[in-house]
């Protein structure tokens, strides 16, 4: 039984992994093409190609996440745990990429982790260690944190931006401004790689530690090939719903607000994983950040009502996820019982 959990969970990890990258595509690609500083096939091969060195370089974070992050019972009590957070994280996935709202995939799985262990312990197994500090560090506060430094950072630029370009041409800016942003889309996926790909690497490897297969001392070649190519796989898939939403519906922007927006977001996911280890939100802080940059326009740009409605389901985001999972969970308890 413990095998057979164990290859659903591997099953689902991948179908997390493809997700994650087919609903994240839209912030490397959704405003190059916006912008036409891209096409949009140009777009995503290259936000694939750089998905692709991301994940597969992110193993070696991964492994520091999965040791710090949380702690499961081991065998199918573990493994059950596992594979309903992934359950409910990807079905949430689902419906907000239907929905066309960017919301961050990160949050919906601690949350469904959250959720399935508070079901596990209701029915007499054992929790989940330290998922009290995975929401506080990987939930609350970024939630709270990383929009507000995205949209901050990103609407100050604007001001030295626009005034370094006020006596060039428009359209040599524009051109300018493109150039910038295609190098910004090879950025801004390398970071989604290295931030995303640590998840569902860290999600393996729990599952590796609770079935037995592994003392969690290393990072099997396989478990960041896996990931890095099921995420490249997502990413050239393109979920162009959510593109739509950030490049079109959420704000009207111009190439030189849209190279702020998107060069900044990239230095906040590459400092926040390389260089201080912070799980960041990819969708939180690229749309924050195109909010912060064209908000920061003498007209107003901004749709709030779809502004709002993004907002909303990224507060609801963890919540839905725990009571699916919670659900789910009790559902799949009589196999941890086997």
């Known amino acids: 039984m413990i095998i057979f959990l164990f290859a659903l969970v591997v099953v689902f990890a991948g179908a997390f992994a493809f997700l994650n990258g087919f609903r994240d595509a839209s912030a490397a690609v959704a405003l190059a093409v916006r912008t036409r500083a891209l096409t949009p096939t140009v777009a995503v091969l290259l936000a694939g ?79 989940v260690g330290g998922v009290d500090t995975s929401l506080l560090f990987q939930v ?63 999600v393996l490897l729990l599952a590796l530690l609770a079935s037995g297969l592994s003392d969690g001392s290393e990072m099997p070649i396989w478990v960041a090939l896996f990931t890095a190519v099921l995420l ?56 924050s950040a195109v909010l912060g940059a064209g908000a920061n326009q003498g007209f107003p740009a901004t749709n709030r009502k779809v502004v709002i409605r993004v907002l909303m389901f990224w507060l609801i985001t963890p919540a839905v996820t725990a009571a699916a999972a919670f659900v789910l969970a009790l559902s799949l308890s009589p196999l941890a019982a086997l």
């Open 232 to 287: 490249t796989a997502g990413t050239l898939a393109g979920g162009w719903r959510i593109s739509y939403t950030i490049g079109y519906r959420m704000i009207r922007m111009d190439p030189l607000r849209g190279s702020v927006a998107q060069l900044y977001s990239a230095a906040i996911l590459l400092v926040g994983a390389v260089g201080l280890h912070w799980p960041i939100s990819t969708t939180h802080t690229v749309t």
């Open 49 to 127: 190609f750089f998905n692709f060195i991301g994940a597969g370089l992110s193993a070696a974070l991964a492994l520091a996440v999965s040791q710090a992050w949380v702690q499961l019972p081991a065998g199918e009590n573990g493994l059950t745990i596992l594979l309903a957070g992934l359950l409910s994280a990807v079905l949430w996935g689902i419906y907000t990429w239907w929905r066309g709202i960017p919301s961050s995939s990160t949050h919906a799985l601690v949350g469904g982790l959250a959720g399935a262990g508070i079901a596990s312990a209701v029915v007499g197994g054992y929790g």
């Open 140 to 202: 609350v506060l970024p939630l709270l944190l990383s929009p507000l430094m995205a949209f901050a950072g990103a609407y100050l630029l604007v001001w030295p931006a626009t005034w370094a370009a006020r006596y060039t041409p428009p359209n040599v800016v524009n051109s300018r401004s493109r150039r910038a942003q295609s190098i910004a889309v090879g950025a801004v996926a390398l970071a989604h790689g290295l931030q995303d790909g640590q998840r569902t690497s860290a």
